[in-house]
Each structure stands twice: as C-alpha cells, then as structure tokens.
C-alpha cells in the first residue's frame, strides 16, 4: 500500500543512479533478442560521447528496458515516483537508472529536473517521456514542456524515439509482458535548440518545441497523435483526430553544419 509519500532526489545523487544498468544490459540483451524480435532503426544518431535528451512515446512499463539496449549507452531516466512506494522497485529502479519525479509538480519536480540537468552537464544521455504517463488508449498525446525546458538550459539535443510493439506485449494492467512479439526501436536525427537559448522560457517557444518533438515521434511510432493530456484517459474519443507532423513546427537542416544529422527547430 502506498504510503502517500514520494522518494525525491537531490542534483547531488546524480552518481547513485544507473549503477546496475551496464552488467544488466550486457545481461538482458540476449535475453530480450531472443524473448522478441527486437528491430532497431536510427541507431547511428546516438552520439558516442556527449548529452542528449531522448524523448519517446510510452505505452508500457516495459518501455525502459528496451531504450537503453537500443541505443547502446547508459541512460538516466525520469520516472514516477509512486514507483518507488513498493520495496522490490524502491532500490532496483534508481540503480537501473530511474530519478524519481513527483507529478504534482511543486519543488520536488523541479529537484528531478535539476538532476536531469546534471546528468546532462555531465555528457550522459536523459531520456524523458514527454506525455508524462504510459498512454491507456494507445494513442500519442500532447507533451508537457520538461524536456524543451532541459534542452534550452543545457544546450543538449533532442532526440526523438518512437517505439511500436510495446503495448502489445504489456498492455495497460498487465505485468508480465506476452513472448514472441516484434518490437521496433525507431530513433530520429538530432533536433538542436541551442540557437533559441536567447527565448528560453517563453511559454510559447517551449509549446512550440514541445509540439514539434511530438510531431516528430509520431512520425517515428506511427501512433494517432490527440493535441490532450493523458492524464490517465483509458479511452479513445469517439472521432480521434489524427494531427500530422506537418500541422506542427517544423525541424530542418542545419546548413553548414559538422554533422548533416543535426537539425535546428524552426520556429513559426
């Protein structure tokens, strides 16, 4: 039962996170290659060194485990800290990499956030879900601005993910995921905001980076895109509004750039 009180973290407990997660990977990649078809596509965007912000679509729990053993590295993530109200996951999760976050919102958040932002600072990799909550209807919804606030602060590129299959190994509710399924890790190039640093905490210019990466994973996943909050909807709405990409800002190409993979947001 849960006590009502969430474990937070403070930016100096950076290091005690993802202790575990380099043996458990070397582990559980042969494990998860042979349990489902495991496909992983954009692997080469994943910078070999330096921070990144990953952002992806959540439909499952399970969504955690597949990200790191896609793209190869250690990455720190932000997770619910209801998670760590249960004794088996209280010392697992921060070990495998997960800093807690209060979804209240308040001082607790912003600790969480600032956590993200040191292990950013330190050239590791953070990846975030920017709808906040594993999706119930299996659709992409609106994002919440943590993750362009990150952006704009360190100067770390985004990154978007889109993952498909997930959902239907651990739908809402079930605990042990079903075997024998394909699973599809679809990473995107780079997106750059650094450029915009001089705008950051504009409401508008974090919505606008916001709406811009989630056009961007919905490319990747292939999921109906509704411009609302989860907030823990377990049904579709009855007319379900597909939002292409295009209906977003867009990213482009940086000219001249040292890397043709990186791109800028542009801004309407």
Known sequence: MSSGKHTTTAPSDRRAFGRWQTPARKVLAP??????????NGAEHIPEDGP???CANHNAFIDSFFIPLAVGRR???????????????RTLLPNLGMVPIDRRGGAAATRALD?????????ELFAIYPEGTRSRTGEL??????????????????????????????????????????????IGAPISVGHLGERAGRQPVLRQITDAVMGEIQALSGQDYVHA?????????????????????GVESVSGSASADRRELALV
């Not at 990455?75 to 004794?87: I, P």
């Not at 956590?115 to 050239?123: M, Y």
Request: proline letters at 8%; zero cysteines.
């Open 31 to 40: 494990v998860f290659n042979r349990a489902w078809k495991v496909k992983v």
């Open 52 to 54: 990144a912000i990953l």
């Open 75 to 89: 990455v720190t993530f932000v997770g619910k800290a209801e998670y760590l109200d249960d004794w088996k996951t």
């Open 115 to 123: 956590t993200a932002a040191e292990v950013l600072d330190a050239g």
């Open 141 to 186: 919804h609106k994002g919440r601005t943590g993750a362009a606030r990150l952006a704009l602060r360190t100067g770390a590129p985004i990154i978007p993910v889109g993952l498909r299959g997930t959902r239907e190994i651990q739908p809402p509710d079930r605990a042990v995921p079903a075997i024998g399924k394909r699973v599809e890790v679809h």
């Open 229 to 249: 909050y989860a907030n823990g909807r377990r049904t579709a709405p009855a007319s379900a509004s597909a939002v292409e990409p295009a209906a977003v800002p």
